[in-house]
């Protein structure tokens, strides 16, 4: 089992900046990638960006050139620098952290089976 705790978030006004901070436990050895998603009040969860054990990242179009995903393998835990924030990315941010067998794409939020309990982002002037 892994256990993940998210920390970072607040109310940021537009053109701002915030960075989370998600810490695992556990059975860390065993994790290959881990992620950040967000879910927005009426709408589903979303990828925002992952990053690999090899240090792969990706990114949702929509935050490409604005966020920054980082790990620090030290600690146990993986950051997500927030640039330029939004209006739109108002949303809960969920870190979640895969574990095998690895049946689904990086992309693919049925890959990770071990989630956060959310940390509220709100941009907003």
């Known amino acids: 089992q892994v256990q993940l705790v998210e920390s970072g978030g607040g109310l940021v006004r537009p053109g701002g900046s915030l960075r989370l901070s998600c810490a695992a436990s556990?059975?860390?050895?065993?994790?290959?990638?881990m992620g950040w998603y967000r879910q927005a009040p009426g709408k589903q969860r979303e990828q925002v960006a992952t990053i690999t054990a090899g240090g792969t990242t990706t990114y949702a179009d929509s935050v490409k050139g604005r966020f920054t995903i980082s790990r620090d393998a030290a600690k146990n835990t993986i950051y997500l620098q927030m640039n330029n924030l939004k209006p739109e990315d108002t949303a809960v941010y969920y870190c979640?952290?895969?574990?095998?067998?690895?049946?689904?794409?990086?992309?693919?939020?049925?890959?990770?089976?071990?989630w956060g309990q959310g940390t509220q982002v709100t941009v907003s002037s």
């Open positions: 556990g059975s860390i050895f065993s994790i290959n990638a």
């Open positions: 979640a952290a895969d574990q095998p067998p690895f049946l689904h794409s990086y992309a693919d939020s049925r890959r990770y089976n071990s």
